[in-house]
């Protein structure tokens, strides 16, 4: 695999037009310029998309810049992972076959530069998801995707669009994301007890890169706040945030 690695999560590109949302997409686009001018390889880690739902024969046009960015990302040598998050897991030939290089519907687990690396986005890991989990199962289950599908695409994406949650991510107490954090530890120093070196994960719009006793754990963030990525130069990993800046060829 090129190195070296970078990991964002947790963009929620949506399909409003806010200010916002337009300066958000220019911080993505230059990052997405910035790998392509370093090279190596870009994981992104779940929900770079509020809504996905991919047609047979017709996509977003809402989303053409960020597309066009990553496709030249690629063309110029960068690789493309993708890990489905739950707000972008309805994929098909586009984001399979044509955008990413690689798909990895449940997380992906990789051995990198003699490090061993567990990817995911990370929904339904909490012992109090349960009925998440069930939610999980249906929305992905291919019955609901195959009715949806049967709904116009002017109709699918309106009713995203007004489900969107417009950046208002950040809803946790202050316990309560202690007790998230707590939790996710627990998970990760389980893993790191199974010859994982890194755990990396998405979803909880937290920002956190934890030491364990046999490993390290990252919450990559989000780009609504942190404008986070994590960075592995095939030494050691970081979590960074993103400073905007000029890329020139």
């Not at 199974?194 to 754990?217: A, P, T």
Request: with cysteine.
């Amino acid at each position: 695999m090129k190195l070296p690695l970078y990991f964002i999560s947790d963009v929620h590109l949506n399909l409003n037009d806010s200010a916002n949302e337009v300066e958000k997409r220019g911080r993505l686009i230059e990052f997405v310029q910035y790998v392509s001018k370093t090279g190596g390889t870009l994981f992104i880690v779940g929900d770079l998309f509020d809504f996905w739902f991919e047609y047979k024969h017709v996509m977003p046009k809402a989303y053409f810049d960020i597309l066009t960015a990553l496709n030249d990302a690629k063309l110029n040598g960068v690789d493309l992972h993708f890990i489905p998050g739950n707000h972008d897991c309805w994929g098909r030939e586009f984001l399979d076959e044509t955008l990413f290089n690689k798909v990895y519907p449940e997380g992906a687990t990789l051995d990198i530069k003699g490090k061993r690396f567990l990817i995911s986005h990370g929904d339904g890991l909490l012992s109090w998801d349960r009925g998440y989990r069930v939610l999980r199962s249906v929305l992905r289950n291919r019955v609901f995707v195959f009715l949806y599908r049967w709904l116009h695409p002017d109709i699918g994406y309106a009713i995203a669009k007004n489900f969107s949650r417009n950046d208002d991510y950040d809803h946790y107490s202050a316990e309560q994301k202690e007790k998230i954090v707590e939790e996710l530890i627990q998970y990760s120093e389980e893993q790191c007890k199974n010859d994982i070196d890194y755990v990396i994960i998405g979803h909880y719009h937290q920002h956190k890169d934890i030491r364990l006793e046999n490993g390290q754990f990252l919450i990559l963030g989000d780009w609504i706040k942190y404008h986070s990525y994590g960075f592995f130069d095939g030494e050691s990993l970081s979590l960074k945030s993103w400073e905007s800046k000029k890329v020139e060829y």
